[in-house]
């Protein structure tokens, strides 16, 4: 499978994932000039903006890793993007959660592994 088809599919999974759990989707693939952000769902008041990883057999980083400092401050400034053109938002508790799918090493022909993590990084405010 294309790469970019697997990324799809990644995306799909994680959107019924967090559907099982009482979150309503939003958007899926929301761009802007900043970035993009795979998952935006909400759930009460929570607004979870979530970042979809799939790693290969061998993979020298985990899905969470691959998610570093430069790549958490695109999906921020994003996520500003989003809440400027939504206010309706702006008064929920944001949340940026990572899920990943991957291969066990151990045992390829297994189920892939898939992680959610909630609070899978914080932004500070000031940018520093």
Request: charged content about 25%; hydrophobic content about 40%.
């Amino acid at each position: 499978m294309r790469r970019q088809l697997k990324g799809n599919v990644a995306e799909i999974c994680a959107a019924g994932l967090v559907a099982l759990h009482g979150y309503r989707l939003l958007k899926r693939n929301y761009a802007c000039a900043a970035g993009e952000i795979d998952l935006i769902a909400q759930r009460r008041d929570v607004l979870a903006i979530i970042e979809v990883r799939l790693r290969g057999r061998g993979a020298r980083v985990t899905g969470l890793e691959s998610v570093d400092a430069t790549k958490q401050q695109r999906i921020a400034r994003t996520t500003a993007h989003f809440i400027a053109r939504h206010p309706s938002y702006s008064f929920h508790q944001i949340r940026f959660d990572v899920v990943y799918f991957g291969k066990r090493d151990y045992a390829p022909h297994l189920r892939p592994i898939i992680r959610w993590i909630k609070n899978a990084f914080t932004i500070d405010p000031s940018g520093s």
